[in-house]
């Protein structure tokens, strides 16, 4: 995570984290740490409050009989662990995102993996509409801790420039 100290006052400082659009540049890649270890409490909790009721996610006894012979991670809750890993480097001072594209699912992800996070910044403009602020893409990799690439994609991300974020405003 990209973190600075600044000055807010006679020895009182502020942490600040994430980058502007200046900090980004074109094939820079971003690892993020720490990884985490899945839980099939996480599994259990995220499946069954974002009313996914796909028994391959909760339902032992069902998913032995299929392929994998073990529950799956939800996918949607390693779509949000990867991207979650990736905001201190891409997204921390970001307006918003703009949207995620290319989502690819290329392994299996079971309780007890530990994954990491890679994103590679892909391109980089100035916003044609809002002159303190750019477009950043990028790509982001979920990987398991063998290596194993189970999920990508890409995100555009609508970041400010260097003094437009607002924690510069002097009364955050």
Same mark, same amino acid.
């Given at each position: ?57 909760? #339902?032992?006894? *069902? &998913? ?13 809750? @390693?779509?949000? /662990? $990867? ?29 007890? #993996?530990?994954? *990491? &996070? ?13 002159? @303190?602020?750019? /477009? $950043? ?29 607002? #924690? ?5």
């Amino acid at each position: 995570m990209v973190g600075i100290a600044r000055p807010v006052g006679p020895q009182r400082y502020r942490e600040s984290h994430g980058r502007y659009f200046e900090d980004f540049a074109v094939g820079d890649v971003y690892e993020h740490r720490p990884g985490r270890t899945l839980s099939e409490a996480d599994n259990t909790w995220f499946t069954l409050l974002t009313m996914n009721r796909h028994p391959l996610h909760f #339902d032992a006894a *069902y &998913a032995a009989k299929s392929e994998f012979g073990r529950p799956l991670m939800n996918s949607c809750l @390693t779509l949000s /662990i $990867v991207t979650g890993m990736s905001v201190g480097d891409v997204s921390q001072k970001a307006i918003g995102n703009l949207g995620w594209d290319k989502v690819r699912l290329t392994a299996p992800v079971f309780a007890g #993996d530990t994954v *990491y &996070a890679e994103t590679e910044v892909l391109a980089k403009r100035p916003s044609e509409k809002r002159p @303190t602020q750019g /477009i $950043v893409v990028v790509r982001t990799l979920g990987k398991k801790a063998d290596g194993t690439v189970f999920l990508s994609f890409e995100r555009a991300v609508l970041v400010p420039m260097r003094g437009h974020a607002v #924690d510069d405003a002097a009364d955050y």
